[in-house]
């Protein structure tokens, strides 16, 4: 059974930072894409990061170039996002998600994600 389970939201004032990671068991992380997501009050889910399989890619919505960084520790079988100079307008659920298959290229697309986390809040006030 896959687990993707988020930590590190909470309450940041705007300019901060914050670190969310994603701990994954159930899958062969390795060999997996990883994204992050995330929801407002209001709003669709939307793509905000994803790296490849090997690490080796990244891919970002253009809200959060560089500001947001994505990573992974496929040892340790965990994803992270490194959130900076945030602002309220990131304020959102934040979900982790696993690609459908094994190996392939950065993935952007809600659908080409099979497993979801649970969410992590973020707030980021003004």
């Known amino acids: 059974q896959v687990q993707l389970v988020e930590s590190g939201g909470g309450l940041v004032q705007a300019g901060g930072s914050l670190r969310l990671s994603c701990a994954a068991s159930?899958?062969?992380?390795?060999?997996?894409?990883m994204g992050w997501f995330r929801q407002a009050p209001g709003k669709e889910r939307e793509f905000v990061a994803s790296i490849k399989w090997s690490g080796g890619s990244t891919d970002y919505a253009d809200s959060v170039k560089g500001r947001f960084t994505i990573s992974r520790d496929n040892a340790k079988n965990t994803v992270y996002l490194q959130m900076n100079s945030l602002t309220p307008e990131d304020t959102a659920v934040y979900y982790c998600?696993?690609?459908?298959?094994?190996?392939?290229?950065?993935?952007?697309?809600?659908?080409?994600?099979?497993?979801w986390g649970q969410g992590t809040q973020v707030t980021v006030s003004s």
């Open positions: 998600a696993a690609a459908r298959g094994t190996f392939g290229s950065v993935l952007v697309r809600q659908y080409e994600y099979a497993y």
């Open positions: 159930g899958l062969t992380f390795s060999r997996t894409g």
